[in-house]
Nanobody, 122 residues
Framework: QVQFLESGGGSVQAGGSLRLSCVVS????????MGWFRQAPGEWREGVAS??????FYADSVKGRFTISRDNAKNTIYLQMNSLKPEDTAMYYC?????????????????WGQGTQVTVSS
């Protein structure tokens, strides 16, 4: 059974930090790659970061500010977000995919969490 439990969202002022967590079922955690996406109202879903067993990949908009990581013992992936900006405000989703090394395209992902809201005020 595929299960996701996302947490860590909230409201923060610009320049602040948040850490998102996504606990997944063991079966899903063994997927080829996982990622974090975000979607603001009226916008397309945007890939933020992707991770497999040994490497990570980031969107240009978050490079140097966000870090994706995984804890295999806890079946959890994280997204550490620093130097947050108002334009980072969105619903953030974790997702799992198969058959690639990594991807920032939502079309490459098979399973999705319910999302956690991040709001950054100026």
């Amino acid at each position: 059974q595929v299960q996701f439990l996302e947490s860590g969202g909230g409201s923060v002022q610009a320049g602040g930090s948040l850490r998102l967590s996504c606990v997944v079922s063991e079966y899903t955690f063994k997927s080829d790659f996982m990622g974090w996406f975000r979607q603001a109202p009226g916008e397309w879903r945007e890939g933020v970061a992707s991770i497999n067993t040994d490497s990570a990949f980031y969107a240009d908009s978050v490079k140097g500010r966000f870090t994706i990581s995984r804890d295999n013992a806890k079946n959890t992936i994280y997204l550490q977000m620093n130097s947050l900006k108002p334009e980072d405000t969105a619903m953030y989703y974790c997702a799992a995919g198969y058959g690639l090394r990594f991807s920032l395209s939502p079309n490459d992902y098979s399973y999705w969490g319910q999302g956690t809201q991040v709001t950054v005020s100026s």
